[in-house]
Protein backbone atom coordinates (compact mmCIF):
# COMPACT_ATOMS: atom_id res chain seq x y z
CA UNK A 1 0.00 0.00 0.00
CA UNK A 2 1.31 3.57 -1.02
CA UNK A 3 1.60 6.40 1.58
CA UNK A 4 -1.31 8.21 0.13
CA UNK A 5 -3.59 4.73 0.62
CA UNK A 6 -2.33 4.72 4.38
CA UNK A 7 -2.87 7.72 4.99
CA UNK A 8 -6.71 7.70 3.75
CA UNK A 9 -7.49 4.36 5.43
CA UNK A 10 -5.75 6.22 8.33
CA UNK A 11 -8.47 8.66 8.03
CA UNK A 12 -11.35 6.27 7.89
CA UNK A 13 -10.00 4.52 10.85
CA UNK A 14 -9.92 7.63 12.77
CA UNK A 15 -13.64 8.57 11.69
CA UNK A 16 -14.42 5.18 13.11
CA UNK A 17 -12.72 6.00 16.33
CA UNK A 18 -14.42 9.20 16.81
CA UNK A 19 -17.81 7.34 15.99
CA UNK A 20 -17.15 5.03 18.32
CA UNK A 21 -16.49 6.98 21.77
CA UNK A 22 -19.83 8.47 21.31
CA UNK A 23 -21.84 5.41 21.43
CA UNK A 24 -19.83 3.50 23.78
CA UNK A 25 -18.03 4.20 26.69
CA UNK A 26 -14.43 3.71 27.69
CA UNK A 27 -13.95 0.20 29.93
CA UNK A 28 -12.67 2.62 33.16
CA UNK A 29 -16.25 4.53 33.29
CA UNK A 30 -17.93 1.82 32.66
CA UNK A 31 -16.53 -0.20 35.60
CA UNK A 32 -16.31 2.86 38.04
CA UNK A 33 -19.88 3.74 37.60
CA UNK A 34 -20.75 -0.01 38.21
CA UNK A 35 -19.09 0.79 41.15
CA UNK A 36 -21.02 3.85 42.44
CA UNK A 37 -23.88 2.16 41.60
CA UNK A 38 -23.04 -0.32 44.74
CA UNK A 39 -22.26 2.38 46.83
CA UNK A 40 -25.69 4.07 46.45
CA UNK A 41 -28.94 3.04 48.52
CA UNK A 42 -31.48 5.36 47.52
CA UNK A 43 -34.44 4.02 45.24
CA UNK A 44 -33.64 6.95 43.35
CA UNK A 45 -29.67 6.85 43.01
CA UNK A 46 -30.27 3.28 42.25
CA UNK A 47 -33.27 3.85 39.59
CA UNK A 48 -30.77 6.33 37.63
CA UNK A 49 -27.84 4.64 37.51
CA UNK A 50 -30.19 1.53 35.89
CA UNK A 51 -31.02 4.16 33.39
CA UNK A 52 -27.77 5.15 32.60
CA UNK A 53 -26.88 1.49 31.90
CA UNK A 54 -29.79 1.17 29.67
CA UNK A 55 -28.59 4.10 27.73
CA UNK A 56 -25.51 2.60 27.01
CA UNK A 57 -27.30 -0.79 26.00
CA UNK A 58 -29.47 0.87 23.46
CA UNK A 59 -27.08 3.08 22.10
CA UNK A 60 -24.99 -0.24 20.86
CA UNK A 61 -27.66 -2.11 19.89
CA UNK A 62 -29.06 1.28 18.24
CA UNK A 63 -25.74 2.76 16.81
CA UNK A 64 -27.03 5.53 18.02
CA UNK A 65 -24.77 8.11 20.45
CA UNK A 66 -24.93 7.86 23.61
CA UNK A 67 -25.50 11.77 24.34
CA UNK A 68 -27.24 13.83 22.12
CA UNK A 69 -24.42 16.31 22.60
CA UNK A 70 -21.74 15.22 20.78
CA UNK A 71 -19.66 18.06 21.84
CA UNK A 72 -16.55 19.86 19.89
CA UNK A 73 -13.75 16.89 18.75
CA UNK A 74 -11.02 17.39 20.78
CA UNK A 75 -7.21 15.61 20.36
CA UNK A 76 -4.65 15.29 22.41
CA UNK A 77 -1.18 13.88 20.40
CA UNK A 78 2.11 11.88 22.10
CA UNK A 79 3.76 12.03 18.89
CA UNK A 80 6.95 10.51 18.41
CA UNK A 81 9.54 12.73 16.44
CA UNK A 82 10.08 9.60 14.44
CA UNK A 83 6.18 9.53 13.34
CA UNK A 84 6.54 9.45 9.76
CA UNK A 85 3.31 10.93 8.78
CA UNK A 86 3.43 14.06 11.22
CA UNK A 87 2.71 16.58 8.87
CA UNK A 88 -0.13 15.01 7.71
CA UNK A 89 -1.62 14.47 11.00
CA UNK A 90 -3.98 17.57 10.91
CA UNK A 91 -5.43 17.20 8.05
CA UNK A 92 -6.30 13.26 8.79
CA UNK A 93 -7.74 14.49 12.30
CA UNK A 94 -9.69 17.03 10.97
CA UNK A 95 -11.07 14.65 8.05
CA UNK A 96 -11.73 12.29 10.26
CA UNK A 97 -13.93 14.39 12.28
CA UNK A 98 -15.98 15.12 9.19
CA UNK A 99 -16.29 11.57 8.57
CA UNK A 100 -17.57 11.25 11.67
CA UNK A 101 -19.91 13.90 11.70
CA UNK A 102 -21.66 12.08 8.50
CA UNK A 103 -21.37 8.41 9.62
CA UNK A 104 -22.00 8.17 13.58
CA UNK A 105 -23.92 10.41 13.16
CA UNK A 106 -22.47 13.41 15.37
CA UNK A 107 -24.48 16.68 16.25
CA UNK A 108 -23.15 19.92 14.71
CA UNK A 109 -21.47 21.57 17.17
CA UNK A 110 -19.30 24.38 14.98
CA UNK A 111 -20.33 27.54 15.25
CA UNK A 112 -17.91 29.88 13.47
CA UNK A 113 -17.37 32.96 16.20
CA UNK A 114 -18.82 36.69 15.34
CA UNK A 115 -20.00 35.07 11.90
CA UNK A 116 -22.22 33.34 13.78
CA UNK A 117 -23.22 30.36 11.78
CA UNK A 118 -23.37 26.69 11.82
CA UNK A 119 -20.89 24.89 9.99
CA UNK A 120 -22.77 21.71 9.72
CA UNK A 121 -19.89 19.79 9.82
CA UNK A 122 -17.97 20.13 13.01
CA UNK A 123 -15.14 21.47 11.65
CA UNK A 124 -14.32 25.73 11.78
CA UNK A 125 -11.74 28.15 12.47
CA UNK A 126 -9.42 25.82 15.00
CA UNK A 127 -12.15 23.02 15.45
CA UNK A 128 -11.26 20.11 16.17
CA UNK A 129 -9.14 20.76 18.54
CA UNK A 130 -5.53 19.23 18.39
CA UNK A 131 -3.36 19.51 21.42
CA UNK A 132 0.30 18.39 20.62
CA UNK A 133 3.04 16.81 22.82
CA UNK A 134 6.29 15.36 21.33
CA UNK A 135 7.74 12.29 22.13
CA UNK A 136 11.79 11.95 21.85
CA UNK A 137 13.29 8.85 20.48
CA UNK A 138 9.73 7.48 19.53
CA UNK A 139 7.85 6.70 16.14
CA UNK A 140 4.49 5.76 17.37
CA UNK A 141 1.40 7.84 17.54
CA UNK A 142 -0.56 7.97 21.27
CA UNK A 143 -3.83 9.79 20.51
CA UNK A 144 -6.69 10.47 23.08
CA UNK A 145 -9.98 11.77 20.98
CA UNK A 146 -12.55 13.58 23.63
CA UNK A 147 -16.01 14.69 23.00
CA UNK A 148 -16.13 17.96 25.00
CA UNK A 149 -19.81 18.68 25.51
CA UNK A 150 -21.48 22.01 26.10
CA UNK A 151 -21.87 20.79 29.94
CA UNK A 152 -18.76 18.84 30.52
CA UNK A 153 -15.76 20.64 29.92
CA UNK A 154 -16.11 23.55 27.86
CA UNK A 155 -17.50 25.24 30.84
CA UNK A 156 -13.69 25.21 32.53
CA UNK A 157 -12.72 28.14 34.74
CA UNK A 158 -8.65 28.90 35.49
CA UNK A 159 -6.97 31.81 37.37
CA UNK A 160 -4.02 32.82 39.22
CA UNK A 161 -3.63 32.89 42.89
CA UNK A 162 -1.22 34.75 44.56
CA UNK A 163 1.61 32.12 46.69
CA UNK A 164 0.04 33.29 49.88
CA UNK A 165 -2.96 31.13 49.17
CA UNK A 166 -1.12 28.28 49.02
CA UNK A 167 -2.92 24.94 48.51
CA UNK A 168 -5.53 26.17 50.62
CA UNK A 169 -6.52 28.30 47.95
CA UNK A 170 -6.19 25.83 45.31
CA UNK A 171 -8.75 23.86 47.24
CA UNK A 172 -11.35 27.12 47.72
CA UNK A 173 -11.04 27.54 44.02
CA UNK A 174 -12.23 23.63 43.44
CA UNK A 175 -14.72 23.58 45.92
CA UNK A 176 -16.28 27.10 45.03
CA UNK A 177 -16.62 25.49 41.44
CA UNK A 178 -17.52 22.16 42.57
CA UNK A 179 -20.69 23.96 44.87
CA UNK A 180 -21.82 26.13 41.62
CA UNK A 181 -21.43 25.63 38.10
CA UNK A 182 -19.61 22.63 38.10
CA UNK A 183 -23.05 21.29 38.18
CA UNK A 184 -23.75 22.30 34.38
CA UNK A 185 -21.95 18.67 34.04
CA UNK A 186 -23.92 15.51 35.00
CA UNK A 187 -22.89 13.86 37.89
CA UNK A 188 -21.13 11.43 38.96
CA UNK A 189 -18.20 14.39 37.72
CA UNK A 190 -14.62 13.22 36.93
CA UNK A 191 -12.78 16.33 38.07
CA UNK A 192 -9.59 17.35 36.40
CA UNK A 193 -7.32 20.17 38.12
CA UNK A 194 -4.33 21.75 36.46
CA UNK A 195 -1.91 23.83 39.15
CA UNK A 196 0.47 25.41 37.02
CA UNK A 197 1.87 28.50 36.82
CA UNK A 198 -0.60 30.77 34.69
CA UNK A 199 -3.79 30.28 33.37
CA UNK A 200 -3.14 28.71 30.30
CA UNK A 201 -0.76 26.21 31.56
CA UNK A 202 -3.25 25.50 33.99
CA UNK A 203 -6.24 25.24 31.64
CA UNK A 204 -4.68 22.48 29.71
CA UNK A 205 -3.26 20.52 32.49
CA UNK A 206 -6.93 20.30 34.03
CA UNK A 207 -7.78 18.60 30.29
CA UNK A 208 -4.72 16.53 30.11
CA UNK A 209 -5.78 15.20 33.49
CA UNK A 210 -9.29 13.82 32.68
CA UNK A 211 -7.25 11.92 29.82
CA UNK A 212 -5.76 9.33 32.56
CA UNK A 213 -7.47 6.18 33.10
CA UNK A 214 -9.76 6.62 36.59
CA UNK A 215 -8.20 4.72 39.50
CA UNK A 216 -5.10 6.56 38.45
CA UNK A 217 -3.02 8.82 40.87
CA UNK A 218 -0.45 11.78 40.16
CA UNK A 219 3.07 10.46 40.67
CA UNK A 220 3.40 12.87 42.96
CA UNK A 221 2.69 11.71 46.43
CA UNK A 222 1.59 14.85 47.86
CA UNK A 223 -0.30 15.75 44.50
CA UNK A 224 -2.08 12.26 45.31
CA UNK A 225 -3.19 12.82 48.09
CA UNK A 226 -4.90 16.24 47.59
CA UNK A 227 -7.04 14.62 45.10
CA UNK A 228 -7.77 11.78 46.93
CA UNK A 229 -8.68 14.68 49.85
CA UNK A 230 -10.55 17.05 46.84
CA UNK A 231 -12.21 13.69 45.74
CA UNK A 232 -13.58 12.79 49.42
CA UNK A 233 -14.39 16.56 50.05
CA UNK A 234 -16.96 16.50 46.74
CA UNK A 235 -18.27 12.86 47.70
CA UNK A 236 -19.55 15.01 51.04
CA UNK A 237 -21.61 17.45 48.72
CA UNK A 238 -23.51 14.46 47.90
CA UNK A 239 -24.67 15.03 44.52
CA UNK A 240 -25.59 11.29 43.68
CA UNK A 241 -25.90 10.76 39.92
CA UNK A 242 -27.45 13.27 37.91
CA UNK A 243 -27.26 15.30 40.87
CA UNK A 244 -30.33 14.11 42.40
CA UNK A 245 -28.46 13.91 45.84
CA UNK A 246 -26.91 10.49 46.61
CA UNK A 247 -23.67 9.03 48.53
CA UNK A 248 -20.83 9.52 46.01
CA UNK A 249 -20.37 12.78 43.32
CA UNK A 250 -17.71 12.05 41.68
CA UNK A 251 -15.81 8.90 39.68
CA UNK A 252 -12.58 10.69 40.78
CA UNK A 253 -10.45 13.77 41.01
CA UNK A 254 -6.91 13.86 38.89
CA UNK A 255 -4.97 16.49 39.09
CA UNK A 256 -2.09 17.15 36.61
CA UNK A 257 0.99 19.90 37.61
CA UNK A 258 3.92 21.53 36.14
CA UNK A 259 6.39 24.21 37.88
CA UNK A 260 5.38 27.89 38.90
CA UNK A 261 6.63 30.87 39.11
CA UNK A 262 7.11 31.61 42.67
CA UNK A 263 4.78 34.73 42.72
CA UNK A 264 1.64 32.56 41.21
CA UNK A 265 -0.28 29.58 41.68
CA UNK A 266 -2.29 29.15 38.30
CA UNK A 267 -5.13 26.92 38.79
CA UNK A 268 -7.97 25.61 36.22
CA UNK A 269 -10.99 23.35 36.63
CA UNK A 270 -12.63 20.99 33.90
CA UNK A 271 -15.91 18.74 34.74
CA UNK A 272 -16.17 15.53 32.78
CA UNK A 273 -19.68 13.97 32.83
CA UNK A 274 -21.17 10.43 33.57
CA UNK A 275 -21.13 10.20 30.11
CA UNK A 276 -16.96 10.60 30.05
CA UNK A 277 -16.70 9.71 25.82
CA UNK A 278 -12.89 9.57 25.44
CA UNK A 279 -10.72 6.65 23.40
CA UNK A 280 -7.25 6.44 23.58
CA UNK A 281 -5.64 4.95 19.97
CA UNK A 282 -2.02 4.36 19.40
CA UNK A 283 -0.31 3.70 15.96
CA UNK A 284 2.83 2.37 15.07
CA UNK A 285 5.49 3.70 12.14
CA UNK A 286 3.69 1.19 9.63
CA UNK A 287 -0.46 2.59 11.13
CA UNK A 288 -1.04 -0.35 12.03
CA UNK A 289 -3.11 0.67 15.27
CA UNK A 290 -4.34 -0.90 19.10
CA UNK A 291 -7.20 0.36 20.80
CA UNK A 292 -6.76 1.01 24.67
CA UNK A 293 -9.55 2.10 25.99
CA UNK A 294 -12.14 -0.34 24.95
CA UNK A 295 -11.83 -3.51 24.95
CA UNK A 296 -13.89 -6.07 22.81
CA UNK A 297 -14.65 -3.46 19.91
CA UNK A 298 -13.53 -3.41 16.02
CA UNK A 299 -13.79 -0.13 14.07
S1 LIG B 1 -23.00 16.82 30.64
FE1 LIG B 1 -22.49 14.91 29.54
S2 LIG B 1 -24.25 13.52 29.81
FE2 LIG B 1 -24.89 15.61 30.40
S3 LIG B 1 -25.83 16.45 28.51
FE3 LIG B 1 -23.67 17.11 28.53
S4 LIG B 1 -22.54 15.52 27.37
FE4 LIG B 1 -24.56 14.67 27.90
Given at each position: ??????????????????????????????????????????????????????????????????????????????????????????????????????????????????????????????????????????????IDAYMAGG?????????????????????????????????????????????????????????????????????????????????????????????????????????????????????????????????????????????????????
Open positions: MNNQSKIEEMTITMGKFVSLIGKILPDDVMNKLTELRTQEDSRLATAIYSTMFENQNLARELNRPSCQDTGVIQFFLKCGENFPYIGKLEKVLTESVLYATENAPLRHNSVQTFDEYNTGKNIGKGTPSIFWEMIPDSDTLEGCTLPGKAGVLMPGMGYEGVTEFVLDIMTSYGLNACPPLLVGVGVATSVETAALLSKKALMRPIGSHNENERAAKMEQLLEDGINKIGLGPQGMSGNKSVMGVHIENSARHPSTIGVAVSTGCWSHRRGHIVFDHELNYTITSHSGVEL
